[in-house]
């Protein structure tokens, strides 16, 4: 018996290969710590050998963790739990189940405990996980039992609802308001009968009084066998979501009646390149819809155009954008039309596109007027450039903007040096004040003004300019500038300067009427005094008879002198025209005589009688007689023909002389022409004149070398018999 109870117990063969086949490790110690057993499962379990054991075992376990000694004196032996290395290195849980052999010794049934006391350390980092996750959660979560008595409420429950948890759990009801109760049941009821999760929107009140709009999840809540125990609910208050949202469909239906609405076609297209959506503009524009533009891509655009615009939309997928391309392209009625195309690119508030739009906007129209514009602009232009006239736009301040090309052919200034300049730069002092005044008028009136001003040359000198301006007015009836047309009468002024320099000469005529006057006196009293010696001497009767003829002549010519005189005292009479021919042939007689001219008359030798002013047709006349007479140097024949005409009569003065060349036809009558040394140049364009005033008119034909024809027609006045 003693032998069976001691160490050697466990030599025995049958004993050993027991302990050695027991699933459960076993291990047995000396008082003095020494490793005296282990079986095949101790070895399996940790890795060491019986050997191996002893060798590492006073560190392998300290003392203090499995106290031998302590463990002999007591009774009762509860299971001891130690962590130790696996040999592999691996830390292993181990519970030893001591038992004292009924010789010194210590046996132990060692369990690994690893995996039970993970399985453990993991379940309550998951409650402790879950517990801070309802604690914390933004969510109201409530625990409800299956009869909707409340096993647990988050903290959250009052942020949002104001109430406290404890105040939920003895009124479960209390933050539904009226009238939803039933809602909340039905979905109570739901989710322990279905088993599966429902989301609802619902209304749910505040302690302040208020009703939010709030959203609940139901979720059933299982036991280990799978059964329904319990609702977990979370509640979420999504007033502002439900804010954001009302804000974002008004966006979209605004955003959406603007694509319905506008002119511009609109369509969508997605990241393959396939329409979404298209707007009604883009029929109106097109003709097609955009699905059957899709199709007719090939018809309607140049090929040019069609890859351009798939390779700016493949680009817009990829995040560039494009505007205003410009585009021509058949409608489905075949009329061409212009449109500019903008490409761009949609994205979400994640900057991911998402889509692409594409605006296209017609053009047609506007194209055609701005060529329309450019057209009417390109004839204006040519127009005013080659336009003898000055033109010039000024603004509102009087600055050039604009001046034609002609100032400087006209007035030698380069037109970009003159813009920028003020009008009154240029224009004469003296002629400033009367240009301010009319220039107020203009803006005042609207009147279209009209002066003459002196206008400085780029070579210094002034030229004068008849000058118009309109003011031309924005749509508010501003003067926004004015556009002057001017030009050169310098001419014209000079004419007016000649008409009265022949004022002068009438002048000076009348001073030599009052001369006239004084010589005919002292002509009466010769006259008598060598009638009376005539009578008493009769030696030298033909010096009395020339003297007397002589003195006679003096007398006719200064009386005419004196008639002639009288321009200005308008005295119209009717005159039978062939005296006043024979008054002025009487007159120029010696002159022509002088000149080896003589005198032929033909035609007419009845009374024709014209009403007129007989000295200025007098004047007429012995212009053109002298005319004819300075035309033959070495003498020749004036025929004077008078012939009636209907109602007009015609007298032409026929020469031989020199003839006019036909280019200077034009230059006759104009103020001062003359081929002669002491000519005024003159006496045509008084004589002009003067028939003008009578109604008629003048024709000159000439041949040269062979003559000139001066022929004057006038009406003819019938006198009642
Ligand atoms: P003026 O006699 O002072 O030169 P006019 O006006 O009378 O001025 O004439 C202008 C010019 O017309 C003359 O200088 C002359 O060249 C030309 N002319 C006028 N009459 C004749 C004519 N009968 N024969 C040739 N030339 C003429
Ligand atoms: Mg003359």
Redesign the pocket.
Known sequence: MDFTMNRMFMQDEYFSAFLHALPEAFLVLSEQREVLYVNQAWTKMTGYTQEELARVFPMYIPEEKLHLYKLKQEKQHLPIEISVMHKNGHPIILLFRPFLLPWEDIGFVVKDITKERRIEQKLYEVKQQLHSFVQHSNDSITLFAKDYSIINVSKSFESITGFRPEELISDPNLVIPEGYVDQRKIHFKTVLETGETTMFRTKRRHKAGHSFDASITYSPIRNKAGEIIGVASAMRNIAEKVRIETQLWEAKELLESFVKSTTDAIVMLDLNGKIMSYNPAFKKIYGYTAFEVDQNINQMFEPAYVDDLSDKIHRTIRGESFHDIQVSCTRSDGQQIDVLCTCIPIRNNLGTIIAIAIITKDVTEQKKTAEALKDSEAKYRLITENMTDLIAILDRRGTYTYVSPSFFTILGYKPESIIGLHYKDLVHTEDLPRLYTRRRKMITHGSVMQMEIRYLCATGEWMYLEANGTPIRDEKGRVEHFVFVARNITERKQAEELLRNSDKLSMIGELAAGVAHEIRNPLTALRGFIQLLQASETKNKFYFDVMITELDRINFIVSELLVLSKPQVQHYKQTNVLHIIRDVITLLESQALLHNVMFHIEGATNELTITCEENQIKQVFI?IV???I??MPNGGTITIDTTQEGNHIQICFK?Q????PKERFDK?GEPF????DK???????VSNKIIRDHHGHFTID?VMDEG?T?CVHLPLTFIKQ
Request: glycine content about 20%; aromatic content about 4%; overall charge neutral.
């Open positions: 212009n002298k005319n004819a300075e035309a020469d002389g020199c003839g006019i006759l022409y003359t081929t002669k000519g005024t140049g003159l006496g045509l364009m000439s000139t001066v």
